[in-house]
């Protein structure tokens, strides 16, 4: 297999408060293919967004400090590059389409001027360049009558349609990753899925890496390659997206799962996860999920289970996952049946 794109090696990161010290990234490791496109799921709170601005070394400081791991990126550890290493691979290498449009986009400035900005800094275009370019783009996210909107204002555009104008604004310089921070926030089921559609196939036209960093099953379900789970700031489970789904190993990646509506089990009801996510400041001894699980014993109270492998290339951190298994196995036929 090729070298990976990225490569994430027991990041970790902690925010320093008067509260305590808050570890909302506690030793993630994983890898990405270039091309490839990987869901980061779990609750709010769990490390997704966290995880993605480590990334870019985009952690707000003080309070918030990286304080171990690597991320390798295209051969390179940028936790260790010199800060305009990483404000070149910022925008131009790595890019990110961040949640609520609305502010991120600058409320005083064009959509244009937005969009021709980084290919200035980052490729030197000329202004005529980059209003090429910047046509160009907005055509391809699907923005009508691109030449006029160019001189329109953020407030002037649907909640869509900024989205798609960051999409743009983000690949504008042709990006090997794209970090896609909950890029359906508050958009209606329609456009929810245009937007989608829009980021996959731009990735297999451009092949571009994509992280798709959102609480939504159901858009990693259609979109993504693979699938990281996250609970109390580590990875809980990873594998195909394929295998997650039908065959889930861990037993938060179950309770997930149950909570989502099914077109194949239309009559039964949804199972909600008892409790609330653990306190990041006081992660208990054992397993973080331990509280809210059914499944749980005296061991995983008193022992933090490691992430092993259960399945070829599925890997999860759960001392019961045959037991999560046999019960996700026994719902898919119930709901078969039924």
Request: proline share 6%; aromatic share 6%; net charge negative.
């Amino acid at each position: 297999m090729a070298e990976p794109l990225l490569k994430v090696v027991d990041l970790e990161t902690n925010f320093f408060t008067s509260e305590g010290v808050v570890h909302a990234v506690d030793g993630v490791s994983y890898e990405m293919q270039a091309g490839e496109t990987l869901g980061l799921v779990g609750e709010s709170g769990s490390g997704k967004s966290v995880s993605a601005l480590s990334l870019m070394r985009l952690i707000p400081s003080p309070p918030g400090k990286i304080t171990a791991g690597e991320v390798w990126f295209d051969g390179e550890n940028i936790l260790e590059v010199e800060e305009k290493r990483i404000r070149e691979i910022r925008g131009n290498d790595i890019a990110m389409v961040f949640q609520e449009p609305m502010t991120s986009l600058n409320p005083v400035l064009t959509i244009g001027r937005q969009l021709t900005e980084a290919l200035q800094l980052h490729l030197n275009h000329s202004m005529s360049e980059a209003n090429a370019r910047a046509v160009e783009l907005l055509h391809m996210v699907g923005i009508p009558a691109a030449e006029e909107r160019l001189f329109d204002y953020p407030h002037q555009f649907s909640g869509g349609m900024r989205q798609r104008v960051m999409i743009a604004m983000a690949l504008s310089c042709d990006p090997k990753l794209l970090l896609a921070d909950e890029p359906t926030t508050a958009l209606d089921v329609t456009i929810q899925a245009q937007v989608l559609e829009v980021m996959a196939r731009l990735s297999r036209e451009l092949g571009t890496a994509v992280i798709v960093i959102t609480h939504n099953l159901g858009v990693v379900a259609r979109y993504a390659d693979r699938v990281n789970v996250m609970y109390g700031g580590r990875i809980v489970e990873m594998g195909p997206a394929t295998d997650i789904y039908h065959e889930p190993r861990h037993a938060y990646t179950l309770g997930l799962l149950e909570s989502v509506p099914r077109l194949d089990a239309r009559e039964g009801r949804l199972i909600p996860i008892e409790g609330s996510p653990p306190d990041l400041t006081n992660l208990p001894v054992g397993c973080a999920f331990a509280p809210r699980c059914r499944f749980a014993t005296d061991q995983c109270r008193e022992e933090r289970p490691e992430l092993v492998e259960v399945a070829p290339d599925h890997l999860a951190a759960c001392w019961h996952f045959d037991e999560v298994l046999d019960e996700a196995r026994q719902k898919t036929t119930a709901g078969a049946e039924a």
